[in-house]
């Protein structure tokens, strides 16, 4: 079954705090991950899209790698504007790119 | 902006009422996608459509929902007796056809059922 596993599931920090975020997954024919950020009452933000094994991306404090089996959010001295909840998901094969999300790591950076 | 837009952002109701959201997707986007979150909980998928042909339906999509996309251009999703169980934050998002492309979403339509 296509799964996708997020961890941990809330992450403090104080400001300057460098850390990481987990997102596993199990698929048939991996096509892609990406990660969105989400802040309260709105939607998903699109932050990356990770194509395959050894790949990574940057944004401002922000680096996503892709392994075989997992993909990292790193965060470099984080600051309190970088609290959010941060999801994965991966489109599914062959079913019109719908997304599985994980369930999400909810990230609150103090001052 | 010409994001993904949602109407209405909040819709407060008493169960057994029927209620109507709508999405406008990014103009040249031909495929729209409708989740549901929970609070605490990763988007789930509901439905997908291709222009105004409508490709797949989740098992969580009750018949008591449906979905449309007219002329392939905005789409509705229409819940009929609402029960408790359907309070949740409905989101659209839409992606031009193509391996891999990214899915833009709208700020959702968060649903209360008294």
């Known amino acids: 079954e296509d799964q996708v596993t997020q961890s941990p599931e809330a992450l403090r920090l104080q400001e300057g705090e460098s850390s990481s975020l987990n997102c596993s997954y199990t698929?048939?024919?991996?096509?892609?991950l990406f990660w969105y950020r989400q802040d309260p009452g709105k939607g998903p933000e699109f932050l990356f899209t990770l194509y395959s094994a050894g790949e990574e991306k940057e944004k401002e404090r922000l680096k996503a790698t892709l392994t075989k089996k997992e993909s990292f959010l790193h965060i470099t001295a984080p600051k309190p504007e970088d609290s959010a909840t941060y999801l994965c998901?991966?489109?599914?094969?062959?079913?019109?790119?719908?997304?599985?999300f994980g369930q999400g790591t909810e990230l609150s950076v103090k001052p | 902006d010409t994001g993904v837009s949602q109407d209405p952002r909040h819709k407060i109701t008493k169960r057994g009422q029927n209620v109507t959201f709508r999405c406008d997707p990014i103009s040249e986007h031909n495929r729209l996608y409708w989740y549901r979150q929970t609070l605490g909980q990763g988007p789930e998928f509901l439905t997908y459509f291709q222009n105004e042909a409508q490709l797949e339906k989740s098992r969580l999509l009750s018949d008591r929902f449906s979905a449309e996309r007219p002329k392939g251009s905005f789409s509705t999703l229409e819940i009929q007796r609402t029960e408790q169980g359907d309070s949740a934050m409905y989101l659209c998002?839409?992606?031009?056809?193509?391996?891999?492309?990214?899915?833009?979403f709208g700020d959702g339509t968060r649903l209360s059922i008294l």
């Open positions: 998901a991966v489109p599914i094969y062959n079913q019109g790119g719908k997304l599985i």
């Open positions: 698929v048939s024919g991996l096509r892609g």
């Open positions: 998002a839409s992606t031009l056809e193509g391996s891999n492309q990214p899915q833009h």
